[in-house]
């Protein structure tokens, strides 16, 4: 069965730090790979993709990931934060292109 | 562009009442997808209509859930009886078509809790 592993449920950071939110699933066929970011009172937006091709992926408000096969992980980063990144960030594959799974989540706590 | 709305933003019931949300989706988008999302977890789909077709409702709880797309347009989430553990927020969310790595826009949801 796939599944989406979330490591860290809260990560607190200061702001203009670097943040990296883990994301490690299991699949035993192909998977495609989201980042979700629903801030405060709104729905969830999507922030990048992996589908095929480079291994980092570039999204929206400066945030990256890397598809990384052999560890199964895509994890998020971004090199400096803004309090405005506050929000709940949700990792998702997609077995063979099938339905969504999703991650329990990350809170993302930015601090001035 | 108006994004997907979804009424009402808030619902309280006691166990064995009956519930339904509404979903409007993105004028266009063939894709409709019912989401729930228990706190502390992901969302989790329910239910995907590809225009007022079922497409796949193998987690939704047939025995008390319903749901349809008329016309292929809004749909309805029906709960009847609720129970406890259906305390949620009910995320709505459509994309333009269905495919490998359709973007999905999600509405603000519903939070329902059954007392």
């Known amino acids: 069965a796939q599944s989406v592993t979330q490591l860290d449920s809260q990560v607190p950071v200061f702001e203009e730090a670097p943040v990296e939110l883990r994301c490690n699933y299991s699949?035993?066929?192909?998977?495609?790979l989201f980042w979700y970011v629903q801030y405060p009172n709104q729905g969830l937006q999507l922030l990048l993709k992996?589908?095929?091709?480079?291994?980092l992926v570039k999204g929206i408000n400066g945030f990256e990931a890397e598809f990384n096969k052999s560890q199964t992980s895509f994890h998020l980063r971004k090199p400096s934060v803004h309090i405005s990144d506050t929000a709940e960030y949700f990792c998702a594959v997609s077995p063979s292109g099938g339905k969504l799974i999703f991650g329990q989540g990350t809170e993302l706590s930015v601090k001035p | 562009e108006a994004g997907v709305a979804q009424s009402p933003r808030y619902k309280i019931i006691e166990k064995r009442q009956s519930v339904a949300f509404w979903c409007n989706p993105i004028s266009g988008h063939a894709t409709l997808y019912w989401y729930q999302q228990i706190l502390g977890q992901g969302p989790k789909l329910l239910i995907q209509?590809?225009?007022?077709?079922?497409?796949?409702d193998s987690q939704l709880p047939k025995d008390r859930f319903s749901a349809e797309r008329l016309k292929g347009v809004d749909s309805t989430l029906k709960i009847q009886p609720a129970k406890l553990e259906d305390s949620a927020v009910y995320l709505c969310?459509?994309?333009?078509?269905?495919?490998?790595?359709?973007?999905?826009?999600f509405g603000s949801g519903t939070q329902l809790s059954v007392l």
């Open positions: 992996y589908l095929s091709g480079s291994t």
């Open positions: 699949s035993s066929v192909s998977v495609y």
């Open positions: 209509f590809q225009n007022n077709g079922v497409v796949d």
């Open positions: 969310a459509s994309s333009p078509r269905q495919g490998v790595g359709e973007k999905l826009f």
